[in-house]
């Protein structure tokens, strides 16, 4: 792919929720600031799933603060990867030319937004905020929870022929024209599941993927 580093990424990340009202408010400045600083454009598309805690309507009331926040309702939970192809197609529509994903726990650091974004925008279709890279880490976790989560990706990485060490991350950078050459529609898994076939999927497509690290928290 090009490199075009001289040009200012238009950015789309998509952020799905469920029962988040109490974090939402603080993650959407604290999006909206990283990017601030670096004078880059850049929308915010939550995917609410019907929260019970009315978190689709904050997003609603915060979109008022926030204009380039955008808000999807789906009217029930009905999987990660469901809401994240909502939110791709959302972006489509908008032409950004880079996407990302993150979570809405705060356990991705917004602050390493501008970082992931960059990788791209150096040549790298796919840039993910990797656990298992040198400088990558999960300060807080708890051994049974690193052995299980290091184990699944070392067998998903084997079995599936992947150079990902941390393939169930969900935070990462797209080149919307990369992105849109995978078949991310038609994908099978839902859950965490689905950034394991995606990076399948964007390997066997001959895409450049690249692992920034960050801490998991």
Request: no cysteine.
């Amino acid at each position: 792919m090009p490199v075009d580093r001289d040009t200012p990424a238009r950015l789309s990340i998509v952020v799905p929720t469920y029962n988040e009202r109490e974090r939402l408010p603080v993650l959407v400045e604290a999006i909206f600031a990283a990017y601030a600083a670096e004078s880059l454009p850049a929308e915010l598309i939550v995917v609410d799933d019907n929260s019970p805690d009315g978190t689709g309507q904050l997003a609603d009331e915060l979109t008022q603060r926030h204009p380039r926040l955008h808000v999807l309702h789906r009217p029930k939970k009905n999987g990660l990867g469901r809401a994240y192809i909502a939110g791709f197609k959302r972006a489509f529509e908008s032409d950004f030319d880079r996407i990302m994903t993150m979570d809405a726990d705060f356990s991705h650091d917004p602050a390493d937004l501008p970082r992931l974004v960059e990788a791209v925008t150096a040549g790298a279709d796919i840039a993910i905020g990797s656990r298992y890279v040198p400088g990558g880490e999960t300060p807080d976790w708890p051994l049974p929870r690193r052995i299980i989560s290091r184990g699944g990706n070392l067998y998903a990485r084997i079995l599936l022929g992947i150079p990902v060490r941390d393939a169930t991350a969900g935070y990462r950078a797209f080149r919307a024209s990369s992105l849109q050459l995978l078949p991310y529609q038609e994908t099978q898994a839902s859950g965490y599941a689905f950034q394991v076939e995606m990076a399948w999927r964007a390997h066997q497509a001959g895409l450049e993927i690249v692992e920034i690290p960050v801490s998991f928290r």
